[in-house]
C-alpha cells in the first residue's frame, strides 16, 4: 500500500480523531466533540475507547470485517474507506486507508498486529 503523510493537528493521542477526520472529511474538533459527547452518552471516561469510537463508526456506516493478514505490512484492502485498528506491544493506533492509500502522521502503521478492520459499507 502506498502511504502519504496526513496529520491535520499535531495533538497527542488524536489517531481516533485524525482518522474519522480523513474518512468523514470533517473538522479535527467538530470530531472530537462529537466523540467527547458520544463519550459522555456512554459512561466512558475517554473516547479512544473501544466502545466509543465503535459506536461512531456504526453511526457512520462502518462495520467491521474480516481480513486474513495479521500484520499491517500484509494488509491487502480493495477499493473503498477502511478504518484498521492495531497495536504494537501496548502501544494502539488507528489510521485509514482510502483506495489502498494509508493516511498517517508517519510510518508508525506499518509492523503493527491488526485488532480489527472496519469498511465503509
Known amino acids: 500500500m502506498k502511504f502519504i503523510e496526513y496529520n491535520p493537528v499535531d495533538e497527542k493521542g ?5 482518522t474519522f477526520t480523513k474518512l468523514l472529511n470533517k473538522d479535527f474538533y467538530i470530531v472530537k466533540e462529537e466523540l467527547l459527547a458520544l463519550a459522555h ?6 473516547y479512544r ?22 500484520n499491517t505490512d500484509d494488509l491487502k484492502l480493495g477499493k473503498g474507506k477502511y478504518i484498521v485498528f ?10 485509514p486507508v482510502i483506495d489502498n492509500v494509508i493516511y498517517d502522521k508517519n510510518k508508525k502503521c506499518f509492523g503493527q498486529t491488526i485488532i480489527n478492520v472496519y469498511k465503509e459499507m
Open 41 to 46: 452518552n456512554l459512561n466512558c471516561d475517554d
Open 49 to 70: 475507547e473501544q466502545i466509543v469510537f465503535e459506536k461512531y463508526l456504526s453511526n457512520n456506516n462502518y462495520q467491521r470485517i474480516n481480513v486474513k493478514a495479521t
Open 14 to 18: 488524536s489517531c481516533v480523531i485524525r
Open 86 to 95: 492495531c497495536k504494537k506491544e501496548n502501544d494502539y493506533h488507528m489510521f
